[in-house]
């Protein structure tokens, strides 16, 4: 199955702990995204990887940051979480260049509660 | 600066009467390519339209949308509305270098 899948679906968990998100696509793209889904269903952009080439929204708090092992894989770690940060967590991949550039895949979703 | 309008909140349409969701944009640089995305109730969003030439109208499971640069414009449209297209969407205009602008997004609901 090609797809773009998440891990976990749910995480609940306290103030300041940190945690891990987990990305794998495997439909041969060699962008990968990460969005936060809010309450209100606002979708925001927060990283974008393509071959080794992080672009951040200068927004993100730093306490967020992406890990890629490689062009498949791109995991989100939150370093010590704030309520603010309870939302929906979307990955998405695409392909940079040909006909199908930009063209985004999502995944089904990573959703955090901040208690 | 950069951003994307769409039709705020909720559009309510009978089965069968057509539908018209407005996505506007301003910009300061240029646009590579237009969406629609979709998420339905609990699932991730997916796209419906693309577009990148201007003028030109695309077309995807019975909805259309035509790209106008002269008046920053991206409307989606359907004749016919079914209780099945129900769901959020969202218009995003994509500028390069992995740059997206999503919309805030208009939640449809078809009522019999």
């Known amino acids: 199955e090609t797809a773009v899948f998440q891990t976990p679906n749910y995480h609940v968990t306290q103030v300041g702990n940190e945690v891990s998100f987990n990305c794998k696509q495997t439909l041969g793209h060699d962008t990968m995204y990460w969005y936060k889904q809010d309450s209100k269903k606002l979708l925001k952009i927060m990283f974008s990887?393509?071959?080794?080439?992080?672009?951040v929204n200068e927004t993100v708090p730093r306490r967020f940051s992406p890990q890629s092992s490689d062009k498949a894989h791109l995991n989100l770690r939150i370093k010590s979480v704030e309520p603010e940060d309870s939302a929906v967590y979307l990955c998405a991949s695409s392909f940079r260049l040909g006909v199908n550039y930009a063209e985004q895949f999502f995944g089904p979703g990573t959703r955090l509660t901040v208690l | 600066g950069d951003s994307v309008t769409q039709t705020e909140g909720l559009v309510t349409v009978t089965e069968g009467l057509p539908v018209k969701l407005n996505c506007t944009y301003q910009?300061?640089?240029?646009?590579?390519?237009f969406f629609w995305y979709v998420q339905y109730l609990n699932e991730a969003p997916q796209v419906l339209l693309k577009s990148s030439t201007d003028n030109k109208r695309t077309e995807h499971q019975g909805f259309h949308a035509t790209l106008h640069k002269s008046s920053s414009s991206f409307h989606l449209q359907k004749s016919s509305a079914q209780l099945s297209d129900s769901a959020l969407y969202y218009c995003a205009r994509y500028t390069g270098y992995q740059n997206f602008y999503f919309g805030k997004g208009t939640s449809l609901t078809v009522i019999p």
């Open positions: 990887y393509n071959n080794k080439q992080l672009i």
């Open positions: 910009t300061t640089y240029l646009t590579i390519a």
